[in-house]
Nanobody
Framework: QVQLTESGGGSVQAGGSLRLSCTAS????????MGWFRQTPGKEREFVAG????????GYADSVKGRFIISRGNAKNTVNLHMNSLKPEDTAVYYC????????????????????WGQGTQVTVSA
């Protein structure tokens, strides 16, 4: 079993930046992809960004391209999401997820491709 723990959420004004981190309980995650999703009340959880540990390939939702950057941390079980030029519509609970298929045999944005999920961290962007 793999546990994912998010950190780095908080409140920021529009135009500001935040960095989210996700740490997995497994030390080596070589064949996995790790992704970030977000959810607001009454809406479905939506894909934000993903990265594969083996190839380094990345995927982004159109709504965050050019503003968010996903990267692998120095530790082999950590992924970071750098969020810049934040907008009020970025306000959501952000979830970290991991799976074997995304970005390879599977779609980045399909929730069913991700087998493990974190508990979520709140990001609030004020106007």
């Amino acid at each position: 079993q793999v546990q994912l723990t998010e950190s780095g959420g908080g409140s920021v004004q529009a135009g500001g930046s935040l960095r989210l981190s996700c740490t997995a309980s497994r030390r080596t995650f070589v064949n996995f992809a790790m992704g970030w999703f977000r959810q607001t009340p009454g809406k479905e959880r939506e894909f934000v960004a993903g990265i594969r540990w083996d190839s380094g390939s990345t995927g982004y939702a159109d709504s965050v391209k050019g503003r968010f950057i996903i990267s692998r941390g120095n530790a082999k079980n950590t992924v970071n999401l750098h969020m810049n030029s934040l907008k009020p519509e970025d306000t959501a609970v952000y979830y970290c997820a991991a799976g074997l298929g995304p970005g390879s045999s599977g779609s980045w944005s399909s929730r069913s491709e991700y087998n493990y999920w974190g508990q979520g961290t709140q990001v609030t962007v004020s106007a």
